[in-house]
């Protein structure tokens, strides 16, 4: 196992059209190769299933997000799969010569530094692009941190809709927050998750705070199947305090439930853009309701419209 450059004379170009009669990564029966989305461990490297370890024994090469973090998995289950990077910075520049490699007949697997790859991690856009090339694409699913902390967190499990990362900073993120709860205004329900640096936790609660209100149920997952696991649970309020009080470390997974069914804010909203229709434009009602239940201007604009339509 070691990490290779990209250049034409890398062992990956000499490796890429070797055969093998492994089942789960079979050649394309059109003479080309294959693709496999191998799904690895969390946090615990116990949780790696037998399937994905035949795979990655059985392919040329293993497209990594970083070789490094990659490297310790490997070797505690003796694969020597030579490795590789694509991450976001150089997914898009390879994508060529990895398309020209599988329709040789190199079968490669990707994975991410945790968990089931694409999923907030690199690899879409080769997934994308070999579907477009009609190589063919399995997986062996396994680990994912949204589901395991869905399934810890004693929330609502369905529906329930997975954001990525927040922005990073507070003005864009507060927007974020506030466009889902005008959803919520216009009839969502559902469990809200995102993933989350710890060093920007606590400022997230505080706009979750902000937009959701203070007793909208919550949890964190952190460290999730590691030695020092821990979900706290609550309201935004009581999760933002003992965070306040722990600083928050390691792998972040942050969920809200879904507005409560005493919410009555999608009647609010159509109540009062009707009421400031019947005397305003649809610019002007929009930015005098905007105003009332804080919501993004844009945001209630759009729904206004939408009336004026239906009146």
């Known amino acids: 196992m070691s990490e290779q450059s990209w250049s034409a ?24 190769g294959s693709l496999i989305l191998v799904a690895t461990p969390i946090g615990n490297l116990g949780d790696i299933s037998a399937r994905a370890i035949e795979a990655l024994r059985s392919v040329e090469a293993i497209l990594c997000e970083d070789t490094r973090v990659t490297a310790k998995l490997l070797t505690a289950h003796g694969i020597t799969t030579p490795t590789y990077t694509l991450h976001d910075h150089n997914e898009a520049e390879k994508i060529p010569f990895l398309l020209e490699k599988l329709q040789a007949g190199a079968r490669f697997a990707v994975v991410s530094d945790a968990g089931t790859p694409l999923v907030s991690d690199p690899g879409f856009r080769l997934v994308r692009a070999a579907i477009d090339a009609q190589i063919p694409v399995s997986t062996t699913p396994g680990p994912n941190a949204v589901i395991t902390a869905l399934t810890l967190s004693g929330l609502p499990p369905h529906p329930f809709t997975f954001l990525g990362f927040p922005p990073p900073k507070s003005e864009a993120r507060t927007g974020t927050f506030s466009a889902l709860r005008a959803a919520e205004q216009a009839g969502l329900r559902s469990t809200l998750i995102w993933y989350e ?85 649809v610019k002007d009602a929009a930015s005098l309701v905007a105003g009332m239940v804080k919501l993004p201007k844009r945001t209630v604009y759009s729904r206004a419209l939408e009336l004026s339509r239906e009146g």
């Open 9 to 32: 004379e890398t062992p990956l170009g000499e490796v890429a059209v070797s055969s093998s009669n492994t089942p789960l990564t079979e050649a394309n029966p059109a003479g080309g």
């Open 197 to 281: 640096a710890p060093h920007r936790l606590i400022a997230s609660l505080a706009d979750l705070i902000s937009v959701f209100g203070p007793e909208r149920e919550a949890a964190v997952g952190r460290e999730l199947t590691k030695r020092f696991e821990e979900m706290v649970r609550g309201t935004l309020q009581s999760v933002h305090e003992h965070f306040l009080q722990h600083a928050p470390r390691g792998e972040i997974t942050l969920l809200i439930g879904p507005a409560p069914e005493t919410d009555t804010g999608a009647a609010d909203l159509d109540t009062l853009l009707r009421e400031a229709l019947q005397q305003h434009s």
